[in-house]
C-alpha cells in the first residue's frame, strides 16, 4: 500500500508524482495524435491510386495498398504542371513581400507608440479621414489621381487651421493601439468590394503589387499588437544608458532593440507569413490568372474536377510544406518570443 501511495506522491515543488507524468504524457501523447494524423491522412493519400481512395479508408502503405507517385507526377510534371508552378510562385512572391514589409513598418510603429508619446487631435484626424475619403470618391469619379492628391491635401491644411483648431481633444498611444487592432477585427468581406473599386482605378487588379499592398494593410495591426507587448519587456534603462554614451534614437533602435527582439521578431513573422499563405478571400477579389494564389488553385481544383482527393492531398501538401518547415527550424525563437509576450501582456 505504502509503495502504491508513493506513485501519487509529489517529489518537490516543482517535480510531478509518478502518476500525474503518466497522465501528463498520456494526454501529450493524445493531443499529438489528434494534431498529427491529418498530416499522416495527407501524406498517405497522396501516395493513393483514386481506386484506394474510392475503396474506403486504408492507412497503412505496402500493407493495406501499394503506393504511387501517380498524384505528384500529375500535378508536379503532368497536366496540371503550370496550373500549380505560376500559383506557388506566387504565394511566395506575396506572402514573403507582405510578411517582411508588415513586420518592418509594424515593428517601427510598435517601437514608437512603446517609447514615443503622441498626442493627435480629434479634429486633425477627422479632416484628415474626411479629405482622404473625397479624394478616393474623386479618383472613383474619374479625376485623375495627381489631382485629386493636390486638392485634397489643400483642403486638409485648410480645414485643420481652421476648424481644426476648435476641436481641442486628443488621442493617446493606447487609443491608436486599440484602433489599429480593431481593423483586424472588422472582417475582410465588409471592405473587399471598395479595395475592389479603388484597385480597379489604380489598374492594381490581377497583380503582385495590389495583393502585397492589401495583404500588409491586413496584417500590420497584428504586427503592431504582437511587437508592442514584446518591446514591453525589453528594459528601457538600456536604452538610457545607450542615449548618454551619445547613440542616437535609430542607432539604439538597430543595434540594441532590434537585436533583444529577435524572438518576438521571429514568431510575428511566421504568425504574418501563415495569414498572409492562407489568405483566400482578398485574392479571390484581388487576382485571377496572372496573380492568382495557391488557396485559389486548391478551391478551383475542388470545384472544376470534384473532390479527388489524391490531387487535393498534393497540392495542400506543396502548399503548407514550407510553412512547416520554418516553424520546425525556428521553433525555439518561435517558443520564447510567445512566451515572454504572453508574460509582459
Not at 71 to 84: C, Q, R
Not at 198 to 222: C, E, K, S
Request: charged share 10%.
Amino acid at each position: 500500500m505504502e509503495t502504491f501511495l508513493k506513485l501519487f506522491r509529489r517529489r518537490s515543488l516543482l517535480q510531478p508524482s509518478v502518476a500525474q507524468m503518466v497522465v501528463s504524457y498520456f494526454l501529450l501523447i493524445g493531443w499529438a495524435f489528434v494534431v498529427l494524423f491529418p498530416l499522416y491522412w495527407l501524406v498517405i493519400t497522396s501516395l493513393k491510386l483514386p481506386i484506394h481512395v474510392n475503396d474506403g479508408p486504408v492507412y497503412l502503405p505496402f500493407v493495406d495498398f501499394e503506393p504511387s507517385l501517380h498524384a505528384w507526377k500529375y500535378i508536379l510534371i503532368g497536366d496540371l504542371k503550370n496550373d500549380t508552378i505560376r500559383p506557388y510562385v506566387n504565394t511566395l512572391i506575396v506572402g514573403l513581400a507582405s510578411a517582411l514589409l508588415a513586420l518592418t513598418l509594424g515593428t517601427m510603429a510598435a517601437y514608437g507608440l512603446i517609447r514615443f508619446r503622441y498626442r493627435p487631435r480629434l479634429g486633425a484626424i477627422g479632416a484628415f479621414l474626411g479629405c482622404l475619403g473625397l479624394a478616393v470618391i474623386a479618383v472613383v469619379l474619374g479625376v485623375p489621381w495627381t489631382i485629386a492628391a493636390v486638392a485634397a491635401l489643400a483642403l486638409f491644411i485648410l480645414i485643420l487651421q481652421t476648424v481644426g483648431r476648435r476641436f481641442q481633444k486628443s488621442l493617446g498611444n493606447s487609443d491608436i493601439a486599440f484602433w489599429l487592432i480593431s481593423q483586424r477585427i472588422l472582417p475582410p468581406v465588409a471592405v473587399v468590394i471598395p479595395i475592389y473599386v479603388l484597385y480597379q482605378q489604380f489598374r492594381l487588379l490581377d497583380t503582385h503589387v495590389g495583393l502585397i499592398i492589401a495583404y500588409v494593410g491586413a496584417n500590420l495591426p497584428i504586427v503592431v499588437w504582437l511587437m508592442r507587448d514584446y518591446f514591453q519587456t525589453i528594459p528601457v534603462e538600456l536604452e538610457e544608458c545607450a542615449a548618454i554614451d551619445g547613440a542616437s534614437r535609430y542607432r539604439i533602435f538597430v543595434s540594441i532593440v532590434l537585436p533583444l527582439a529577435v524572438p518576438g521578431l521571429i514568431a510575428t513573422f511566421l504568425f504574418v507569413l501563415v495569414f498572409a499563405w492562407n489568405e483566400y478571400l482578398l485574392a479571390l477579389f484581388l487576382s485571377s490568372a496572372r496573380a492568382q494564389t495557391m488557396p485559389l488553385t486548391v478551391a478551383a481544383q475542388n470545384a472544376t474536377r470534384g473532390p479527388q482527393w489524391w490531387y487535393m492531398s498534393v497540392l495542400i501538401i506543396i502548399m503548407i510544406l514550407p510553412v512547416i518547415i520554418m516553424a520546425i527550424v525556428l521553433e525555439r525563437y518561435i517558443a520564447r518570443g510567445l512566451l515572454v509576450g504572453a508574460i509582459k501582456g
